[in-house]
């Protein structure tokens, strides 16, 4: 009877150094969109499928953390942080010197770019042949953006005279391009390839310019966003992200979705 007291005595504390390891399990809400394809989106049964939310996943993984996701609207993504409405931003969002004034940012897992797409028939002259920006012709030209995006930034500081549309998606700037509701967008050329211009609905439209990368406002890349003074977290989560580009799962994610990566190389 001795014995199985002692065998019962042992069993009840593993079952119950289970239940604490569950109970004490590190769990991080993270915000996306939910709604940016092919980089963070719900796919037709409802799942959440992505760049974004691949990395997300993969980084809580090797941090040993349970990664629930927040659907959250691009403009109020920043401020909901802030909030604790969540613990980490992952998606696509450009590491630059402004929102590191508010908050902190990983190492980078995706290069950020923009590029404008407009319509072949429109015949948009927005750059000289150097590659510099021609003010005059975005004259008379309305310009589709994506509010709160470093696009905005870029375009205000560089053609503030520009004629704007804002969008909160998107998908709907997509929309109005195709009906001609705006001449040309500035938007993420990976984006754009994969979803516009590779396929029917984008026979009639093309890039227009360079592809733009200019630090000062696309910043080194896109890296998980997370308060500030959580500089162990942060650490994991570098050291993931890093570890993650060394061991090819970032060139894995890329390639699941494009025909080349889109990670940073060094």
Known sequence: MKTIGILLTAVSAVILFGMAQTASAETLRVGTECTYAPFNYRDENGQLQGYDIDVGNEVGKRIG?????????????????????????AASMSITDKRLKSVDFSAPYRVSIGQFIGAKDKKLNLFKADGSVNTAGFSGVRIGLERSTTYEEWIKAKVPSADIAYYDSNEA?????????????????????LRFLSKPDGAGFEVIGPQIAEQEYFGIG?????????????????????????????????????????????
């Not at 970032?250 to 979705?257: R, V």
């Open 222 to 266: 896109v890296g998980i966003a997370l308060r500030k003074d959580n500089d162990a977290l942060k650490a994991r989560i570098s050291d993931a992200i890093v570890a993650m580009g060394k061991d090819g799962t970032l060139e894995k994610f890329s390639l699941k979705i494009f025909p080349f990566t889109i990670h940073p190389l060094d």
């Open 173 to 193: 700037m997509y929309l109005d391009l195709k009906a001609g509701r705006v001449d040309a967008i500035m938007t993420n050329p990976m984006k754009a390839f």
């Open 65 to 89: 953390a349970e990664i629930e996701w927040v659907c959250q609207k691009w403009d109020g993504m920043i401020p909901s942080l802030l909030a604790n409405k969540f613990d980490l931003i």
